[in-house]
């Protein structure tokens, strides 16, 4: 699978697929979506470290969490995310985290997002969270980001503030 589409929109034939990344092909493609994210985000000056990649990836596979999810237009990888699952600190009542959601630029405005959000959804309720949560911390369009989860039902309860460059 190749996250690279040409440069161009994707034809309007096919349908975006949504499922749950299942081998190495899949982190592979996870893997170069990573590297366009990371490109693309406030982030793109720190060091990608694969191998740390990989092992979440490896995690993900093994256990189920975090989940790994893998957007597809015709087989070829067009989004990702990956989602925990955990604790809060005060009550053991579980929540979902996503980590990342990413849709490559390419299938930005299609159905890529929605669907991720979709089966995001689907996979906290399969593991009794009580909630989702999505942080946008990348830098990339925020405010677009911002319209799209509200339209999606999600509610703005705070915002993600940093201090860059804490040792200067």
């Given at each position: ?17 949504v ?42 596979l ?69 909630d ?12 677009r980001?911002?319209?799209?989860l509200?339209?999606m ?16």
């Amino acid at each position: 699978m190749n996250a690279d589409t040409g440069g161009g929109k994707l034809p309007a034939a096919g349908r975006v697929r949504v499922r749950l990344a299942q081998n190495a092909a899949d982190l592979a493609a996870m893997m170069a979506l990573g590297r366009q994210l990371h490109a693309q985000s406030r982030f793109h000056g720190l060091v990608l470290d694969e191998v740390r990649l990989a092992e979440i990836g490896r995690r993900g596979l093994e256990d189920g969490n975090p989940g790994l999810l893998i957007a597809e237009h015709d087989g070829i990888a067009v989004g990702m995310a990956i989602v925990i699952l955990g604790e809060y600190f005060f009550s053991p009542a579980r929540t979902a985290t996503v980590q990342l959601i990413y849709v490559a630029p390419t299938a930005r405005g299609g159905p890529a997002a929605v669907k991720l959000l979709r089966a995001l959804r689907a996979w906290a309720r399969q593991n009794q969270a009580h909630d989702l949560h999505v942080n946008v911390t990348t830098g990339i369009d925020a405010a677009r980001t911002d319209r799209f989860l509200r339209r999606m039902g999600f509610l703005q309860t705070g915002g993600n503030y940093v201090l860059e460059a804490v040792d200067g």
